[in-house]
């Protein structure tokens, strides 16, 4: 099986910043990271949000009826 080395990832690398550009790569890196740490998060606390989510999804139905 081939496995690239260091050169080729770099002429990857190159022809991926010239068709897509800096600026987008960066935000994609940004946005890939905030992903990733809201999993993370939400994998720590899933059961602890789940009842916050449905505690404010209470008090909003209950502020609307009064």
Do not use: C, Y
């Not at 022809?15 to 998060?41: D, P, Q, Y």
């Amino acid at each position: 099986m081939w496995t690239p080395g260091m050169g080729e990832l770099f002429i990857i690398l190159l022809i991926v910043l010239i068709l897509f550009g800096g600026n987008k790569i960066a935000g994609l890196g940004r946005s890939l990271g905030t992903a990733i740490a809201e999993f993370k998060e939400a994998l720590k606390g899933g059961e602890e949000k789940k009842e916050s989510i449905e505690d404010h999804t209470q008090n909003t139905k209950e502020e609307k009826n009064v």
